[in-house]
C-alpha cells in the first residue's frame, strides 16, 4: 500500500508537470479510478470518456482502459497526443470484427444504415453510419427505425439481440461477444437470487439473452451505476465487470454488492468476472507512459476523416 501511494503521487506529480489528464474506465483498477478522480480527470463509461477527453483542453490525455477507447479519443481530437499504460489491451468484441469481413457483410447489404458499437477498430468505425455504446444504443436505433431505416448491427449479438427486442427494429446481427460477460450463466444467477431474494439483479447488455431476463436493471456501466443509487433495494447481484464495485461502493456505502456467478463457479464465485485487457492498466504503466511519452495511439489518418463522423453523429444526439 505504501508503495502503491508513492506511485500514486508519482502519477499525479507527472500529471500536472505535463498538463496532461487521466480518463479512465469503470472496469479499471479502483486505484486508477481514484487517481483520475483526485487529479480532475474523469471515471466513467465508455460515452462520456469520449465526450469529456473531446472536451478537455489538455493537450495529452491518458487513456486507461482498452485499445477501442484510445483510438475514439485520437479519432475525435487528432492534434492531442494519447497515451495508454498498455497498446496490447484490446477486446474480443474489437478482435472479432475484422474490417475487411465486416465491409464485405456491409456491401452485400447496401440499403441497410450501418450501426457499430464504439468496441470496433477505427477501421470499422470507418465504415459505420453511427456508432453507438450501450448507454445510448436503444435512443439511437429508436430514432433510426423511426425514419423506416433497416439496420446492421456490429459485433456484439448480445446487446443487439437486446436492442432488436426493445426496439423491434429490423437488424442484421454480426456475431460477435464479450469474453466477460458472455460467462454469467442464467441458471446460477437464479440459485443466486433464491438465496438473496430482496436483491436487485443489475445486468450490462453484453450478457446472454437468458441472464438479461433475470433482471431489474438493464444498461450501460454508467446505468447501472445509477440503479445502484435509485432502486430501493439494499443488496443487488451484479452481472459485469467487478471492477464497477469501486464506484458502486462508494456512492452507495450502506448496500452490499455481489458479484453475479460465471459459468463453472455457481454461487461461491467471488471476483471471476474481469476483463483481461482492463486488468492489464497499472499504475505502475500509467507512469511509464506518461514519463517516456510511450504507447502514443495512432490511428491512420485517412480513415479519420471518415471516423470522425459518426462518433460525432453520436456525441451530438446525446448531448
Ligand atoms: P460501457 O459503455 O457500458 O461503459 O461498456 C464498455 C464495455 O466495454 C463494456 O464491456
Ligand atoms: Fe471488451 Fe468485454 Fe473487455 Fe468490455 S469487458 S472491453 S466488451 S472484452
Not at 231 to 244: C, E, M, Q
Not at 262 to 284: F, I, K, Q
Amino acid at each position: 500500500p505504501e508503495q502503491q501511494a508513492h506511485l500514486q503521487e508519482e502519477v499525479a506529480a507527472e500529471l500536472k508537470r505535463q498538463n496532461a489528464v487521466l480518463v479512465a474506465h469503470y472496469y479499471t483498477d479502483p486505484i486508477i479510478q481514484a487517481l483520475a478522480e483526485s487529479t480532475g480527470g474523469c471515471v466513467a463509461d465508455s460515452l462520456e470518456m469520449a465526450r469529456f477527453g473531446s472536451n478537455h483542453p489538455a493537450q495529452t490525455l491518458v487513456v486507461a482502459g482498452v485499445r477501442f477507447m484510445g483510438e475514439t479519443a485520437k479519432i475525435l481530437s487528432p492534434e492531442k497526443r494519447i497515451l495508454m499504460p498498455t497498446l496490447e489491451a484490446t477486446c474480443s468484441l474489437d478482435l472479432g470484427c475484422p474490417v475487411e469481413d465486416f465491409s464485405s457483410f456491409c456491401d452485400a447489404h447496401p440499403e441497410r444504415t450501418v450501426v457499430v458499437y464504439a468496441n470496433t477498430s477505427a477501421a470499422v468505425k470507418a465504415r459505420a453510419d453511427w456508432v453507438v455504446t450501450s448507454s445510448c444504443a436503444l435512443e439511437i436505433v429508436e430514432s433510426l427505425m423511426d425514419n423506416g431505416e433497416k439496420l446492421i448491427w456490429a459485433p456484439d449479438k448480445h446487446l443487439g439481440r437486446y436492442v432488436q427486442k426493445e426496439t423491434g427494429a429490423d437488424m442484421l446481427l454480426w456475431e460477435g461477444a464479450c469474453i466477460v460477460h458472455e460467462e454469467f450463466k442464467s441458471k446460477q444467477l437464479a440459485d443466486m437470487k433464491s438465496v438473496y431474494p430482496d436483491a436487485a439483479i443489475l445486468v450490462h447488455p453484453e450478457s446472454p439473452e437468458s441472464v438479461i431476463e433475470l433482471a431489474d436493471a438493464v444498461g450501460s456501466t454508467s446505468q447501472l451505476i445509477k440503479a445502484a443509487q435509485t432502486l430501493p433495494n439494499s443488496t443487488f447481484i451484479v452481472a459485469t465487470d467487478r471492477g464497477i464495485f469501486y464506484k458502486m461502493q462508494q456512492l452507495c456505502p450502506d448496500k452490499q454488492f455481489i458479484e453475479a456467478p460465471t459459468a463453472g463457479n455457481g454461487a461461491s464465485c467471488r471476483s471471476c468476472a474481469h476483463c483481461p485487457w482492463m486488468a492489464m492498466n497499472t499504475l505502475e504503466r500509467v507512469l511509464e507512459c506518461l514519463r517516456k511519452g510511450s504507447n502514443e495511439v495512432s490511428v491512420d489518418p485517412a480513415l479519420i476523416p471518415r471516423a470522425i463522423k459518426p462518433l460525432e453523429r453520436m456525441l451530438k444526439f446525446t448531448s
